[in-house]
């Protein structure tokens, strides 16, 4: 018998669950998002306002392939959801009924209180609301300043210089994301902003922003004074749990859900970055916000949904980004700060590093760490799950070559080296 399930948020991972919805069943589809009338790739956001890209260029399905595929879009801000009656209130005053209900309802950005963060001029950017936003308070400006040194704020900076804004760049840690990256991979990065004349100010704070009617300068907590018309704050995003604390459904940092994504209210579910795991065997990160995940957590939820009670399993650690025109991408486990267990080989020309880890009493590789070169996922991955030694990884590094540049690397070359 067919069900009507109804899914909020439409971001990668309700996306994908309604898709995957579709090819598992003949269940009536709903999608509710506020923030657009289609599915977009959140990443792109910086490419429409560059403009390499078009809001219509970042729409991976044609606007026909939801009516095609049966699949409902509704254009509203769901505040609540009746769970005894299994209703979603929406705040034009429609209700939509539901037998199973899917939360992907994403992040939100974090605000901490500084004084002036709310005057005109100053912001987040998470979602196509943001964007609109930015184009209004960056007309004209002459300098623009961003906090936070995570990838929004990268990617913030980018989004200026790209325009000809003059950018300074607040980043708190003592090096660039250094919480997450090696030294070496930190201090890469710290060359490519300051490379692309970016005013880069590393173990600094905002101390409060300045008005009186709009932002016209920041002051730190090292006493400066910078002027300035837009502040981006990008210190990082928090689970959007607001519709589950609504109707009691229970949440911590996100809404709470087991390996199957069920939270405590039957019938009701949660997923991709909204979503925080309460049961062993998932691994240590408990909210998981990335593109990647948001996408798995879809894909096998919607198994679930249609009466294929799935587990979710993490498997191998993937993460990719770009920093201006370093590209990086990460396999496994390779930590900021490597245990007394791992042995962490590098290889590094000029801008281009690879490092390698294993466990040094096993031999057996344990992750990869890339940038400006590019390596195949799945070779990756295969190493990794296989447990093989890492002599016999370097030897076969061709195997993982995912394009010409790699292939032509000093980096590449050194790397096969170490193991003759």
Known sequence: MARHIVIIGNGVAGITAARFVRKLSDHRITVVSSETDHFYARTALMYIYMGHMRYRETKPYEDHFWTQNNIDLVRGYATQVDTQSKVVRIADGVDIAYDALLLATGSKSNLFGWPGQDLPGVQGLYGMQDLALMERNTRGIRRGVVVGGGLIGIEMAEMLHARHIPVTFLVREKSYMDYLFPEEESA????????????????????????????????????????????????????????????????????????????????????????????????????????????????????????????????????????????????????????????????????????????????????????????????????????????????????????SEFQSSRVYRRAAATSD
Not at 284 to 306: D, F, I, M, N, P
Request: proline fraction near 4%; glycine fraction near 10%; charged fraction near 25%.
């Open 188 to 403: 890469l990065i710290n060359d490519e902003i300051v490379a692309h004349g970016i005013d880069l100010r590393l173990g600094t704070e905002l101390k409060s922003i300045i008005g009186p009617d709009r932002a016209s300068a920041i002051e730190t907590n090292l006493g400066d004074r910078i002027d300035c018309q837009f502040v981006g704050l990008t210190a990082g995003v928090h689970p959007n749990t607001d519709i589950a604390r609504a109707s009691g459904i229970h949440a911590n940092k996100g809404i709470l859900v087991n390996e199957f994504f069920e939270t405590n209210v039957p019938d009701v579910y949660a997923a991709g970055d909204c979503a925080e795991f309460n049961a062993d065997g998932i691994g240590s990160r408990r909210v998981e916000q990335l593109w990647y995940t948001g996408r798995a957590h879809g894909k096998t939820v919607a198994y679930t949904l249609c009466g294929h009670r799935t587990p979710y399993r993490r498997g191998v650690f993937f993460n990719s980004a770009k920093f201006f025109t370093v590209e990086y991408q990460t396999y496994g486990d390779v930590p900021a700060r490597p245990g007394p267990h791992i042995q962490s080989q590098l290889f590094r020309q000029g801008r281009s590093l690879l490092r390698v880890n294993s466990d040094h009493r096993t031999g057996q590789v344990l992750g990869f760490n890339t940038m400006g070169l590019r390596l195949r996922q799945d070779q990756c991955e295969a190493w990794i799950r296989s447990r093989t030694p890492v002599d016999q990884v370097l030897k076969s590094l061709a195997k993982a070559r995912f394009d």
